[in-house]
């Protein structure tokens, strides 16, 4: 599918361009043959005047006069159909460049959701019919009733990225903010994934009684969103950190990871939607694209900004900061 996509991205291009030059040579071939027909003109009217007429010098001068003010014309004339064509072919290219590349994130996007939405389902429809053909050990239907309601909660919060992506798009978003206890949350994020995946090494560092004026919706995806992505990009061994505190007028969260980091010339695209790395190790795990791009919009509409930085020696910081 990428090489099929690659293969019509180098068609386009090479047709852009032989059209393009084709134009330019048109251009240039309409210059010259007007300045051809604008200095036969002046010389058949220069031979037409009678070489013992007194005026003669002045006709000739006025004569050479016109010719050089058509020149002129014409080149001006010239220089802007250069300039609209370069400005349209520029703009044309661009907006073809970034349709093709909108098509290719959006056909990988749907690769990963069906593969995304496939697993819970299989994963879940597996542990019923075992439920409902054996009877198992009360320990291990725990067990798999645990692992299914884990499903059940990851398909759920895909679900709820797909769907706000969606309002915001379309604009139907209508956000409802109050007063919310924002180290409550936090916990109760944290507290959540330490039951999901009791073998990761979470840390928590959060500031209690820290408010926030903002939609619990909307920044609980916020918190799960970057902690996942925290969990999902770096080694199994390796810890997270999660901090809140309150400074001065500002809110400071972060989710600070060990893992695989992310390259200086590709941190401004990982807030994009359907961005995901070049980096083979990212790209091997799952994903759609929709996490940290959800993210920064959350954090934009509650009065913020995210940032990404190195935590040295490796790994990732996203830091969101909200004024108060």
């Known amino acids: 599918m990428i090489n ?42 220069i031979a037409s005047i009678n070489i013992y007429d007194p005026a003669y010098q002045q006709k000739i001068n006025a004569i050479e006069n016109k010719r050089a003010r058509k020149i002129t ?46 697993t819970p389902i299989a994963i879940t429809k597996l542990n019923l019919e075992t439920l409902q053909k054996r009877k198992l050990e009360e320990e291990k239907q725990h067990k798999i009733i645990s692992n299914t309601l884990d499903e059940a909660n990851r398909l759920n919060a895909l679900c709820n990225n797909i769907l706000f992506t969606a309002h915001l798009e379309g604009g139907a978003y209508n956000s409802t903010k109050q007063e919310i206890n924002f180290s409550e949350l936090t916990e109760d994020c944290i507290e959540d994934y330490a039951k999901r995946f009791p073998n990761r090494n979470i840390e928590a560092d959060i500031q209690q009684q820290v408010y926030i004026n903002g939609e619990s919706l909307l920044l609980q995806m916020l918190i799960n969103n970057l902690i996942e992505n925290a969990l999902k990009y770096s080694p199994k061994e390796l810890f997270i950190k999660v901090t809140l505190e ?11 990871d060990e893992g695989f980091g992310v390259p200086l010339a590709e941190r401004k695209k990982i807030f994009q939607k359907f961005y995901r790395s070049g980096n083979e190790n990212i790209r091997t795990t799952k994903g759609t694209g929709l996490g940290l791009y959800l993210c920064s919009k959350i954090v934009e509409g509650h009065n913020g900004n995210i940032t990404m930085t190195n935590n040295l020696p490796q790994g990732s910081i996203f830091a969101a900061t909200f004024k108060v």
């Open 246 to 256: 309150k400074q001065h007028e500002q809110i400071i969260f972060k989710v600070a």
């Open 4 to 45: 099929r996509v690659r293969k019509k991205f180098v068609f386009i291009t090479v047709v852009y361009w032989f059209l393009l030059l084709y134009i330019i040579a048109a251009l240039l071939f309409w210059f010259i043959k007007l300045n051809h027909h604008v200095n036969d003109s002046a010389k058949e009217q």
């Open 73 to 118: 014309q014409f080149v001006g004339e010239g220089i802007s159909f250069l300039a609209v064509i370069l400005v349209g072919a520029v703009f044309v290219y661009r907006a073809t460049r970034r349709q093709i590349k909108l098509s290719v994130q959006q056909q990988n996007f749907m690769m990963a959701i069906t593969h995304e939405l496939k």
